[in-house]
């Protein structure tokens, strides 16, 4: 049978969880290893403890959210999910089983769980060739989200706050754009089809970066041409 202190120390437990989440980790202590163990929940260790703590102080995640084991483990379940996707250069360990919007509302990530088809199927793909320690905060998948929204809002023709930069595109591991360039790129991302369709994953966008930026560079060869030919008739 249950003991009463067996009892009190799950259901403090799971008040530790719901105490962190509900101030956002700002003041209440964060849950440990054994606050899970006690709760039986399954898949959680050091390293992903983190990870989940920033899932628990996310803005979106508060005690309501957590109010039985099973809701702790669902949080844990969705990060799990996406923590898997991101093993880098090898081969995608959870082949037809990609996070959807509802994995990114799970664990608080708002930005990814709100974007469009298109955006939300490049943000996987980008997650997909990274490393755990890229995405191991609620934040760091929110920045990637806020990476892949500009590029679709670009594509739509909209003029994304703050404009894209080459940071965010080496944050996703595209190659190939540089300040010479960038504007090129750009201007051919807003060219391309406004659903985002032709930018859905890494290797569309990297092979419509690497086709703007020869096309870049056949441009300026073209300009000091005409240039040199001006000043040779002149």
Do not use: R
């Not at 899932?55 to 084991?69: G, K, Q, R, V």
């Not at 609620?138 to 894209?164: F, H, R, Y």
């Not at 930026?213 to 000091?224: E, G, I, M």
């Amino acid at each position: 049978f249950v003991t009463q202190a067996a009892s009190d120390a799950v259901a403090a437990a799971l008040g530790t969880i719901q105490a962190f989440a509900d101030d956002n980790g700002a003041v209440a202590p964060a849950p440990v290893l054994n606050d899970y163990l006690l709760l039986g929940i399954t898949g959680v260790n050091a390293g992903n403890l983190g990870a989940l703590q920033s899932a628990l102080a996310s803005a979106d995640i508060d005690a309501t959210d957590l109010a039985l084991a099973s809701d702790v483990q669902a949080l844990v379940n969705a990060y799990n999910s996406i923590l898997a996707e991101a093993n880098g250069s090898a081969s995608d360990a959870t082949p037809g089983s990609n996070p959807v919007a509802a994995t990114y509302t799970a664990i608080g990530a708002s930005t990814a769980a709100g974007l469009s088809a298109p955006a939300l199927a490049l943000l996987n793909d980008a997650i997909a060739n990274l490393s755990t320690a890229d995405v191991n905060t609620v934040a760091k998948i929110e920045a990637l989200a806020n990476i892949s929204a500009a590029l679709m809002s670009t594509a739509a023709g909209g003029s994304p706050s703050p404009a894209l930069s080459l940071a965010d595109f080496s944050a996703l591991g595209i190659t190939g754009v540089t300040a010479y360039n960038l504007n090129a790129v750009a201007a051919a991302i807003a060219a391309s089809n406004d659903s985002g369709a032709d930018i859905n994953s890494l290797s569309a966008l990297q092979t419509l970066v690497n086709n703007a930026a020869a096309q870049a560079v056949l441009d300026a060869l073209a300009t000091v041409q005409a240039y040199a030919g001006s000043n040779s008739t002149a």
